[in-house]
């Protein structure tokens, strides 16, 4: 999975987008000069969420060329187990938290553009398609 997210430039994956039927995302973010963490969660639920909701612009894999602003809350605790089998929790702030829930959402069939607004298009001719 993590070659396949990152041949598409991809910060995230969910194991339902390749076509796999498991409860299991992967994230990285890509950091300057400096080897990145990758994330392999496995069962992953939020069990708790800041109040502080940000937009953002998001976009997917799973939708091409689509981009539109999400809100979501700035900071997620994510409970699942990693690769070993072995509980785990993170709290993740940021873009790595719009990443988690992102693909968790994947997960549990929602893709970002049900949530979205200001959803633009961009055609193989570079036009852009407002929704």
Known sequence: MRFIMKRA???????????LDIQLF????PKQGKRSKLYAIFNPNIIDASKDMRPMEEGCLSVPRTHGVVSRPWEVTVAGF????????????GLLARIFQHEIDHLNGIVFIDKAQNIEINTAQNEEVNI
């Open 9 to 19: 430039n991809g910060v995230g994956l969910s194991a339902n987008q390749v076509g």
């Open 26 to 29: 992967v994230a990285e973010i």
């Open 82 to 93: 990693d690769k070993h089998q072995k509980p785990i929790k993170i709290r993740a702030t």
